[in-house]
């Protein structure tokens, strides 16, 4: 909406002269009204038909299908199974509301199948997958030992907070 507001203003200082002529301050408040109450059937039909955007035809959500990848390709951990499958579901049943985006964090040695899920997990919820704008996946392969990593880390840091 911040935007719409400054769109708006800039409107208005570019059409200065015009303003005290009545068909013209018609059309632009008409235009401006339309995109204030109609910005996401707008933005569905213009933007989005261009660009992923996270509405229906761009989401799968498709529980059932990450519940089927995880049985049929992950082994020996059956915790991550239900755990993940409850956690995701919860998820999508309270999305309307949710304010706050869904954040997972994997842990543990290499070869644990944390990147693998992971990849299952965006290819379930992503029409595009891992590849969608949507999903960030970070890998954190580095061991902290000296003060140079210690500034990388905050540097992920920084990224991983802003990223969120």
Known sequence: MIFCRVFVFTICLAFSDALFDPFSLAAIGGAVGAGWFKYDYLKENTYCRFRECCIAPYLK??????????????????????????????HLKNIQSSRKPLVMSFHGTSGTGKNFVSDFVAQALYQKGIESNYVHKFTADIIIFDELVMNQVTTFQFSLAAGI
């Open 61 to 90: 959500h498709d529980v059932s299908e990450l519940q089927r990848l995880l049985s049929a390709n992950l082994y020996g951990q059956h915790i991550v199974q239900t755990v993940l499958f409850n956690a995701i579901g919860a």
